[in-house]
C-alpha cells in the first residue's frame, strides 16, 4: 500500500529510458509510481490492481494508438489522465475525446512530469492554475 499522503501513478511507456526517467522524477516529488506498463494488457493488468490517482501515458505503444483506449479506460475508472506525445497537436481532439485533461509534448524534461500531475490535481480541487510546465497543453472542458 502507498504511504500516507502518496500519490499514485501508473506509466504506461514503451521507451524505457523515457519510463525511467518519468517515474525516478515522480517519485522524487511526492509521487508514488504504483506500476510501470509497456503495452495496453499489462497497463489495464497494473490499473486493476494498484487503483492509480493518475496516470501518465504514451499515446502510441508499439506504433499504433493503444494509448488512446487505455486513457479512455482510465477515465472511466476515475483517474486522471496526463498523455505524453511526440506527435504535438496531431491527436489533441482524439486525446481531448477520451476525458483526458492534457499532454506533455514529448521530447520533455522529467521534472515537467510531476509538474503536470500536480496541475492536474489542482484543477481536480477546482482551483486555478496560472502557469504550465513547459510542454504541457490541457484541453478544455
Not at 525516478?24 to 510501470?36: D, H, I, P, R
Not at 488512446?68 to 497537436?89: D, E, N, P, Q
Not at 520533455?108 to 492536474?120: I, N, Q, T
Request: charged share 20%; with cysteine; hydrophobic share 45%.
Amino acid at each position: 500500500m502507498p504511504s500516507s499522503g502518496a500519490r499514485t501513478v501508473l506509466v504506461v511507456e514503451d521507451e524505457d529510458i523515457i519510463a525511467m526517467a518519468a517515474g525516478e522524477a515522480l517519485n522524487g516529488s511526492g509521487f508514488l509510481v504504483c506500476g510501470t506498463a509497456d503495452s495496453e494488457a499489462a497497463a489495464l493488468q497494473l490499473a486493476a490492481q494498484h487503483d492509480p490517482e493518475f496516470a501518465v501515458v504514451d499515446l502510441h505503444l508499439g506504433g499504433v494508438q493503444s494509448g488512446l483506449r487505455i486513457g479512455r479506460t482510465l477515465v472511466a475508472r476515475g483517474v486522471s489522465v496526463l498523455y505524453a506525445t511526440g506527435y504535438g497537436s496531431t491527436w489533441r481532439q482524439e486525446m481531448e475525446d477520451t476525458g483526458a485533461r492534457g499532454c506533455l509534448t514529448k521530447p520533455y524534461e522529467p521534472a515537467e512530469v510531476p509538474a503536470a500531475l500536480m496541475v492536474l490535481e489542482r484543477l481536480r480541487a477546482g482551483e486555478t492554475v496560472r502557469r504550465l510546465p513547459p510542454d504541457m497543453h490541457l484541453f478544455v472542458d
